[in-house]
């Protein structure tokens, strides 16, 4: 049984250039279980906003790292499990298509830093990622779901992690690494630095 799909790359026979195939003429089988497309694969190439439709068994979706433009036209199916976004992928979601009810698994681009109040994630969820570049507030998320247990967040993320939601299933905080530029003390808060000065100088 064919579960997995990695790209969609094809060569032009003239000059062996390699091209990609529109999203449009891909024939992916109804039991795929895993697709990620190629790094420049659009999903709306004519630009005329025609709905895509994804194989209703697709478990996992991870889009092209280059992929920029509005997803409304993107039909998610019940069965998806894993979402990631493309790399470079920085658009409101204002027109967002509701997410699957089984969804467990969400990860936002590396350039992705908008606010997702509005946004309303399942109840499945288990794991959320929020890219390098996430800079909003607490205030600015959606608000978790209670069974939430990973949280993904970059080490340039300016604000106090004494703020964070705490879902009931929380378990996991990942700082990822990353260049920090500015003050450091944002990460933590003055009360944690203050604390940390003190035990020194006790030391």
Known sequence: MFERALCGYAYEDRDMRLMLLPFSQWRLPENLKELRL????SLDEEGQ??????PPALTSLT??????HSLAQLRLPSSLRSLHLGRR???????WPSLPDGLTELSLSDKFDRSLAALQLPASLR???????????PSAWPALPEGVEELHLPNSWP???????RPRAFQRLHIEPRIIFGDESQLFGDEEDEEVNE???EG
């Open 38 to 41: 190629p790094i420049f694969c």
């Open 49 to 54: 906003g025609a709905e895509v439709q994804l």
């Open 63 to 68: 889009l092209g790292s280059a992929l920029n």
């Open 89 to 95: 992928w920085t658009q409101p979601l204002a027109h």
């Open 127 to 137: 794991v959320l990622r929020f890219g390098s570049a996430w800079t909003q507030p």
């Open 159 to 165: 604000h106090s992690f004494a703020a964070l939601p």
């Open 199 to 201: 035990q020194a100088e």
